[in-house]
């Protein structure tokens, strides 16, 4: 399987996921389309530094060819795939009540250490 069916594959399956199977409709709103060229600005400048400097590398046979900021014009549709269908679970989630009112955790075992062995501040 090429490097360009698989993102394609991708970008489908995310799609089908939103729109079908968890309904949440996103590719729909206006205010994804709004706020997704901010994601892919980041996209393009990690892209761009790990392909720029040959720290990912792609074989020619599996893409098509066209890059942006030195990446595959395929890791644009992998990126939209990963964004698209983190945010459908995210929203779906929300829908059926999974912590509808945000709430921070206590933390890990090293912050509760932390906070213990705190000692006040001495002024001078």
Same mark, same amino acid.
């Given at each position: 399987?090429?490097?360009?069916?698989?993102?394609?594959?991708?970008?489908?399956?995310?799609?089908?996921?939103?729109?079908?199977?968890?309904?949440?409709?996103?590719?729909?709103?206006?205010?994804?389309?709004?706020?997704?060229?901010?994601?892919?600005?980041?996209?393009? #400048? &990690?892209?761009?530094?790990?392909? @720029? *400097?040959?720290? /990912?590398?792609?074989? !020619? =046979? +599996?893409?098509? %060819?066209?890059?942006?900021?030195?990446?595959?014009?395929?890791?644009?549709?992998?990126?939209?795939?990963?964004?698209?269908?983190? #945010? &459908?679970?995210?929203?779906?989630? @929300? *829908?059926?009540? /999974?912590?509808?009112? !945000? =709430? +921070?955790?206590? %933390?890990?075992?090293?912050?509760?250490?932390?906070?213990?062995?705190?000692?006040?501040?001495?002024?001078?």
């Amino acid at each position: 399987m090429s490097y360009t069916f698989a993102a394609v594959l991708g970008v489908v399956g995310a799609v089908l996921i939103d729109l079908v199977v968890l309904r949440t409709r996103l590719v729909l709103r206006a205010v994804f389309w709004a706020t997704y060229p901010i994601i892919v600005g980041f996209q393009l #400048l &990690s892209n761009g530094i790990l392909t @720029g *400097r040959d720290i /990912v590398r792609y074989d !020619p =046979a +599996a893409i098509i %060819g066209l890059r942006i900021a030195y990446a595959p014009v395929e890791d644009l549709l992998f990126g939209f795939a990963m964004v698209l269908f983190t #945010l &459908s679970v995210w929203v779906w989630l @929300g *829908r059926r009540g /999974v912590q509808r009112e !945000p =709430a +921070a955790g206590t %933390g890990d075992w090293l912050l509760t250490w932390l906070r213990r062995r705190r000692r006040p501040a001495v002024s001078s």
